[in-house]
């Protein structure tokens, strides 16, 4: 168990000492985050405790930063009254985060304390698929109309501004809807209150469709130096926003989602210390049974060189050295190459060049190798001179069919719809394996006979 902190232990001596109202200042001036990671250190009826003294806007922003088993036990204690004001301050997004989360029977207790209004918002958002533009958008935003003055323009900030997300940039739309330029704050307040917002607005606006892909969508907010992005439909219509917070949260997910496939793991939402030794099972398994029977090739090429093997000993001492390299080789181009496509860096259309720069960086990382090998075989194993230029031949030819195979891949999966972070070092190093293990045993017939 964590040791307790001496904050946790002025706590803890309050609640048990019921000094509510010293308790209620002492944890209404944390930041949600930090009191959300706070709360997860306390006992279930200490929390709801503690969730009842909060300000509502800061016990929403506080849930909101839960993991979903607090909050599920959480909503579980609500009364309907508490459930109700906890989820008039919460923003749209927030809201469909905890639907798509939360069991069937919370959902429904959940939507039965929402609004009309807003239970039609979160059945439209849910109907977007689930890697959109349109899944992470929120719909609590200020649009202006190009007509207004700038004394209109606050009037309206003031009197909606407080129920939408951000107010930092505000987007400009005609009678249809149709998004025609935005106007950051700044601009608004250092205007003239006579000034039109057609005047002042910048018509070069960045937006989505509401189809475009989340983790493109996040990526543009890097590219751009932005804070918020404008979704459109199809008819170019604003239809809601996406802010940096939600783009910073698809970007941990995508990254961890990578690491996780990069190391042959199939992904997953749950943080490892709430995962069950069976969901780590389960979700490691079946990539150690594919990669296994794959690498049965290996057992087979070198059965059927078996007799080579069994007249050259020396030769079997040196599989590890070569599978290690050649592995570790396609691990460097592919691992650069993934992280060049999920960058945008890389097309599909710029294989060639990457092929070709990756087979002269093969060439000379695989002659460094080969002669570092050579020498040393031949000086300090003292094995001769055939055996060394068999195994650093072979070494040689290795790491130019990893690079190639490394670098290559990926592109091709990423051209035919896979994740390029599956071509990751386990299924390359099993490929390299192979191919290394036939090239070995035929320079091993051709100098030896």
């Known amino acids: 168990m964590a040791k307790i902190t001496d904050f946790e232990q002025d706590i803890i001596d309050m609640i048990e000492q019921k000094s509510y109202k010293a308790l209620k200042e002492k944890i209404s001036d944390i930041n949600p985050y930090d009191l959300a990671m706070l709360l997860d250190n306390f006992h279930d009826r200490n929390i709801l405790l503690l969730f009842r003294l909060l300000p509502k806007d800061l016990a929403a922003d506080t849930f909101v930063e839960m993991d ?8 579980d204690s609500f009364s309907d009254k508490e459930l109700r004001e906890v989820i008039d301050e919460l923003y749209i997004d927030d809201m469909v985060d905890i639907v798509e989360e939360m069991p069937a029977n919370v959902v429904k207790r959940i939507l039965k304390h929402s609004t009309e209004n807003t239970r039609k918002t979160i059945n439209q958002i849910l109907k977007y698929p689930q890697d ?18 700038i004394a209109e323009a606050i009037a309206k900030l003031r009197r909606i501004g407080l129920d939408s997300e951000t107010i930092d940039t505000c987007y400009v739309t005609d009678n249809k809807n149709t998004l025609i330029g935005y106007i950051t704050l700044r601009t608004i307040v ?6 039109t917002i057609e005047e002042l607005m910048d018509r070069n606006v960045i937006s989505v469709n509401t189809f475009e892909d989340q983790e493109e969508v996040a990526n543009m907010f890097g590219r751009y130096d932005l804070t ?5 439909d199809n008819d170019n219509r604003l239809v809601g926003i996406v802010t940096i917070d939600d783009a910073w949260d698809v970007l941990e997910r995508e990254t961890t989602e990578d690491i996780e496939l990069m190391a042959a793991i199939t992904p997953s939402d749950t943080p490892y210390l709430k995962k ?4 780590i099972w389960k979700s490691r398994m079946p ?13 087979m090429i070198i059965t059927r060189f078996e007799n080579a093997l069994q007249t050259y000993v020396i030769l079997t001492a040196y599989i590890p050295m070569l599978m290690d390299t050649g592995g570790n080789s396609g691990s460097q181009s592919s691992v650069t190459i993934i992280r060049g496509l999920s960058l945008h860096e890389l097309e599909f259309n710029d294989i060639f060049k990457v092929l070709w720069k990756e087979s002269k960086v093969a060439i000379l990382s695989g002659l460094t190798l080969a002669i570092v090998n050579f020498s040393k075989l031949m000086l300090l194993d003292k094995v001769g001179f055939n055996i060394s230029l068999i195994v650093s031949s072979t070494l040689l ?3 130019i069919i990893a690079k190639t195979v490394g670098s290559s891949l990926p592109m091709l999966a990423k051209k035919i719809g896979f994740d390029p972070a599956v071509m990751a070092s386990p299924f ?18 051709i100098v030896l006979g």
Request: no cysteine; proline share 1%; glycine share 4%.
């Open 68 to 75: 979903k088993d607090r909050q599920r036990a959480l909503i």
């Open 132 to 149: 959109s533009a349109g899944s992470i958008m929120t719909t609590e935003f200020v649009s202006l109309r190009s007509n207004m003055t």
């Open 190 to 195: 250092l205007s003239e209150d006579s000034n």
């Open 228 to 232: 918020v992005i404008p979704v459109v």
């Open 276 to 279: 069950t030794t069976f969901d």
């Open 287 to 299: 990539w150690l049974l594919i990669l296994m029977i794959s690498a049965t090739f290996t057992g």
């Open 397 to 399: 030819i290795t790491v």
């Open 428 to 445: 390359i190093t099993t490929i390299v394996d192979a191919i290394s293990l036939i090239f070995y045993f035929i320079i091993t017939g």
